[in-house]
């Protein structure tokens, strides 16, 4: 039997769990690719589920494989699948909220939770993708139908998926906002953002006004970012409170208000993905990432992104 690395954990707990082991390298069922991952993009998920919380529900107990972000190239194909072929390099989330096992250097998914990796970037950049900007996405354009002239608010907008839903906001020709500390505002202005609040020296909600859409990445589990941001939205105005949900005492305090909170959770879309990537060759969407890690070196990288202070990506190096 094929074996290939990967990083597992017996447990769940902190970033010693992770171990590099050997595994039987996955086989691809009908309709499903085998990807020969290059690069893996690391996102709080896969922190929140080493811990047992995120998707550890979903994944059930340990052992395990985390990670969703896959930047690789096609190394064979299932039974059916015409849209992709051995040797094309490909990028995706896929299963999410699944097990994936990104961490690994095989993964088999559905062909179509992949889209060609975008040509003008490495398959470091290409990791960092996926998730991060399937959510911005998946925010502003399926959920919010973010609209030209619309005023939005990007909480967390240096981090992941804050720094695509800035670009992508602007991209649909929103007045953008974003939350982060001051030294982060220069480059954030770089990709779009229009106007920025240092959270750690002032209250959004005292500047801040006629929101339209709140991308809430932060949310009530810190310093109630979800309930303040109803203070900033327009009558109608949507709250998106991405990271912890919909609490019923928001859910009430918004419907007093004649505002909408809804809950949010990304799910795979090669298609989207497509359409992402077009974004970034056309040079209209930047891929920020901080720094890669060797696989070996995931629980360094776990712990870095656990601290909270990211610009844009961290990216595992597999292959
Ligand atoms: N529901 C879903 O489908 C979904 C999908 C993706 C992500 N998420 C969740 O959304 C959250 C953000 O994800 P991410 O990948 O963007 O995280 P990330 O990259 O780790 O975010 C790091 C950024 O957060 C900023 N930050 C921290 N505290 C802040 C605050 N109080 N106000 C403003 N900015 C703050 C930091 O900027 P400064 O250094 O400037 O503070 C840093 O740049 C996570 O909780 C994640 O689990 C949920």
Redesign the pocket.
Known sequence: MALMRAVSQDAFGGPEVLRTVDLPRPEPLPTEVLVRVVSAGL???DV?TREGGGMAGVLGEPPFVLGWDVSGVVEEVGFGVHNLRPGDEVYGMPWFPRQAGAFAEYVTAPSRQFARKPRSVGHDEAAAVP??AL?AWQALVDAAGVRPGQRVLV????????HFAVQFAKHLGAHVIG???SG?HEWLRGLGADELVD?TSARFEETVKDVDVVVD???DG??A?STRSLDVLVPGGLLLA??SGVSPELARRAEERGLRASA???EPDGAALARIAELIDDGRVRVEVEEVFPLERAGEAHKR?AE????G?LVLRVG
């Open positions: 996102n709080p998920v929140k998730l991060a959510t909480h967390a907008a240096a981090g992941g998926v804050g939350t982060a500390r982060k959270y990445l932060v949310g810190h310093d970012t991405v990271p949010f959770l990304v992104l909270g202070r990211t610009r990506k």
